[in-house]
């Protein structure tokens, strides 16, 4: 499907106190390239038929401190001194709410290739 599309299934956790809130999607434009703190909706990593919304953190070649308090099972298992490289072809995500968000500290770096489109902005309700 193409086209701007407010209505993806999102994960859950994704503002539970507000489940009526929406998110603008840009679909048409060619996710070639994410920046740091760009926000993107992505097929989810863990569950084939599911989508998260999450906030671009690092970029390949780029070390991601990880935090001793809140790490994650990825994070725990590969994390050196308290710091991980994203490889090359990946990114790393992070919940805004890092104490309450399922991003790449337990599932590892996201493959750029699940990107599907940038949040262009969210309707709280």
Same mark, same amino acid.
């Given at each position: 499907?193409?086209?701007?599309?407010?209505?993806?299934?999102?994960?859950?956790?994704?503002?539970?106190?507000?489940?009526?809130? /929406? =998110?603008?999607?840009?679909?048409?434009?060619? %996710?070639?390239?994410? *920046?740091? +703190?760009?926000?993107?909706? !992505?097929?989810?990593?863990?569950?084939?038929?599911?989508?998260?919304?999450? /906030? =671009?953190?690092?970029?390949?070649?780029?070390? %991601?401190?990880?935090? *001793?308090? +809140?790490?994650?099972?990825? !994070?725990?298992?590969?994390?050196?001194?308290?710091?991980?490289?994203?490889?090359?072809?990946?990114?790393?995500?992070?919940?805004?709410?890092?104490?309450?968000?399922?991003?790449?500290?337990?599932?590892?770096?996201?493959?750029?290739?699940?990107?599907?489109?940038?949040?262009?902005?969210?309707?709280?309700?």
């Amino acid at each position: 499907s193409s086209g701007i599309n407010a209505e993806w299934p999102l994960r859950p956790g994704f503002n539970e106190r507000s489940p009526k809130s /929406r =998110v603008l999607i840009d679909l048409m434009t060619p %996710v070639t390239k994410v *920046e740091e +703190n760009d926000i993107i909706l !992505a097929h989810d990593p863990e569950e084939c038929d599911a989508y998260i919304v999450k /906030r =671009v953190k690092a970029l390949a070649g780029q070390l %991601v401190d990880v935090d *001793e308090d +809140n790490q994650g099972t990825y !994070a725990r298992k590969h994390a050196y001194q308290g710091k991980l490289t994203v490889p090359t072809g990946y990114c790393w995500l992070e919940g805004d709410n890092k104490y309450n968000s399922v991003d790449s500290r337990e599932y590892g770096p996201l493959p750029l290739g699940l990107i599907k489109g940038r949040v262009l902005f969210t309707l709280w309700s």
